[in-house]
């Protein structure tokens, strides 16, 4: 992991999150003093499925994917994470190794906490430990709905949720540029990459959307929602 930058103290970092609110001073000052900031280009490796794990992943800025490989090499992506989330919150617990890779898909930015670190200041700092079991199930409960959401809903539904969860949470804007591929859209949702294809081609046809290289124009929220929530 290169690229390594010391940036302003956690106590006084606009990204700080509120899972750090329990911490004393002196804690968080622990934290400031062995983080690491790391700011990776669009396309780099943040970890690999099967390294050991050193480091909570803490995201600032950009957006990234976390996708596992099955033995055949077919990639699953198991969800985008934006900013001010513990990326892999449910592993970094659990076993000494990743059991997926992230990878970034925008220019993004990082910190990087010692694993051992948090370790201690959850055996010092119960409130601490208990804020990051809360962000831990909250995290595996918006998995578990997403995947169910995805899996009950017809090619048009899922391709149209993707542009909607892109349009709301992530982007907030109905006009964004597609920060990932149509094939990785469909390792996301499901589906192969023709069929993504053919759906984004219709959505056009229909004036749902508006496509200009990797913009995407929603110009037709109302119905895009609609196909979303029902198909």
């Known amino acids: 992991m290169d690229n390594k930058l010391q940036i302003e103290t956690c106590k006084n970092c606009v990204w700080q999150s509120s899972v750090f609110s329990s911490l004393t001073e002196a804690q968080l000052d622990m ?16 970890c690999r499925q099967g390294e050991k794990i050193t480091h909570f992943i803490y995201m600032h800025k950009g957006l990234l994917k ?42 993004s930015s990082v910190c990087l906490i010692p694993r051992e670190l948090m370790y201690d200041l959850v055996r010092q700092n119960g ?14 409960n918006d998995i578990i709905h997403q995947r169910g ?6 090619l ?13 949470p992530i982007y907030k804007s109905p006009k964004f540029d597609l920060p990932v591929s149509r094939r990785e859209i469909a390792e996301l949702i499901d589906m192969t990459t023709e069929n993504v294809i053919r759906i984004l081609s219709e959505f056009r046809k229909d004036r749902i959307i ?14 895009l929602e609609k196909i979303a929530n029902h198909g």
């Open 156 to 168: 048009r539904g899922r391709v149209a949720y993707v542009l909607n969860e892109l349009a709301g």
């Open 31 to 46: 934290v400031s003093h062995q983080k690491k900031h790391v700011v990776y280009i669009k396309g780099s490796s943040i």
């Open 210 to 223: 508006d496509i200009s290289g990797k913009t995407i124009n929603i110009v037709n929220t109302e119905l």
């Open 66 to 107: 976390l996708f596992v490989t099955s033995e055949n090499g077919r990639d699953q992506i198991v969800r985008l994470s934006g900013p001010m989330d513990f990326i892999g919150l449910l592993n970094t617990f659990y076993e000494p190794e990743y059991g997926y890779s992230v990878t970034a898909i925008e220019n």
């Open 149 to 154: 959401l995805i899996h009950r809903k017809n």
């Open 127 to 140: 409130e601490f430990g208990l804020n990051l079991l809360q962000k831990s199930s909250k995290t595996a």
